[in-house]
């Protein structure tokens, strides 16, 4: 992998990191208000357990594969 590559990817990285907190204050906010949409909560749950798993797609691509 080159370097560049390796550098696109922790970028692209901590983009997702960001968009993920970013959901997760919207969802607190969505929460502690008296009326909110479940539809819409659960859209934006959804939504920030498919960053999640990216995330750690990406990751693994920056682990080295270990022989057994």
Not at 24 to 45: C, M, N, P, Y
Request: net charge positive; glycine share 2%; no cysteine.
């Amino acid at each position: 992998m080159t370097m560049t590559h390796r550098e696109e990817i922790q970028r692209r990285i901590i983009e997702l990191e960001v968009e993920h907190r970013d959901l997760d204050a919207v969802i607190d906010l969505l929460v502690q208000g008296s009326r909110h949409e479940e539809l819409q909560l659960r859209r934006l749950k959804k939504r920030k357990l498919q960053l999640k798993d990216h995330i750690v797609l990406l990751k693994m691509q920056l682990t080295p594969d270990i022989p057994a």
